[in-house]
């Protein structure tokens, strides 16, 4: 085992609306000015070739085949997961904006018999895993306060109901041993407090000092 202390993996999950954004980047600063070193990260990343076609789909600009957008968002993962394992190594901490869980959960939510939680969850074996992922819950009521729906693909009370019963048999197999549930219906600094109790408490965590695993 090594000693090296290297970055912490994070993640920020949850349904539409959650305040995902708002508490990633909240966390990022946080941890800048208690000193350590961060790379911020987001998925989908619409800046590369794979993610502008993501971005499309999800406007509705173009069609893809259920499995294939599937895969076209994981490859987006692959593509950054050089990235995040070097930066990691070299001790800097990567906050990342969504990842495999909304991938798993919002292609499995589509409800066809030949995309399962199972067969969506294979690409990402392999990925860089979490050290800590946030699920932020909020109810669809309470999402819908906040803005209301926007008009993206998954962006439905249908489809968001689905995922959040996803996101919860997700918690039920080996990767709820990554995910702590955050009660996302509180007031912004509410959340961020505890968010962040759960971040500075991994930091201070011995698992640090041994090696950035792998989805297993
Ligand atoms: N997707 C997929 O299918 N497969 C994949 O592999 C991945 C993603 C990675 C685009 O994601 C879509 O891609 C998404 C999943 C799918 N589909 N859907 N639906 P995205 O990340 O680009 O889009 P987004 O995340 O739609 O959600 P969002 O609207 O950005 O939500 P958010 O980041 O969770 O919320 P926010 O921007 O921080 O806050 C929303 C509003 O609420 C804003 O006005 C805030 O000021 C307010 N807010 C935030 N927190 C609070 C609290 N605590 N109280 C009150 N108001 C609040
Ligand atoms: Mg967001």
């Not at 912490?8 to 609306?17: N, T």
């Not at 708002?22 to 794979?50: E, W, Y």
């Not at 895969?71 to 495999?100: K, P």
């Not at 969850?121 to 800590?132: C, I, K, M, T, Y």
Request: proline share 3%.
């Amino acid at each position: 085992m090594s000693t090296h202390r290297r970055g912490a993996l994070i993640v920020i999950e949850g349904l539409d609306r959650a305040g995902k954004s708002t508490q990633h980047a909240r966390v990022c600063q946080n941890l800048r000015n208690q000193g350590h070193r961060v790379k911020s990260m987001r998925f989908p990343d619409r800046t590369t070739p794979i993610g502008e076609s993501i971005g499309a789909y999800l406007r509705g600009e173009s069609q893809q085949e259920d499995h294939v957008i599937h895969l076209l968002f994981s490859a987006n993962r692959w593509e950054a997961a050089a990235s995040i394992r070097t930066a990691i190594e070299d001790g800097t901490t990567v906050v990342i904006d969504r990842y495999y869980y909304s991938g798993i959960v919002y292609s499995a939510a589509k409800g066809r018999d030949d995309l399962s939680l199972r067969w969506a969850r294979e690409p990402e074996v392999g990925l860089p895993r979490p050290d800590l992922c946030l699920f932020l819950d909020v109810s669809p009521e309470v999402a819908a306060r906040r803005g209301g729906f926007g008009n993206e693909k998954y962006e439905t009370s249908v489809m968001q109901k689905r995922v959040r019963e996803l996101f919860y048999e997700l918690v039920q197999l080996r990767d709820g041993e990554d995910i702590e549930i955050v009660d996302a219906g509180r007031g912004i600094e509410v959340v961020e407090r505890d968010i962040m109790e759960k971040v500075v408490r991994l930091m201070a965590h011995t698992k640090l000092t041994r090696h950035l695993r792998i989805m297993l």
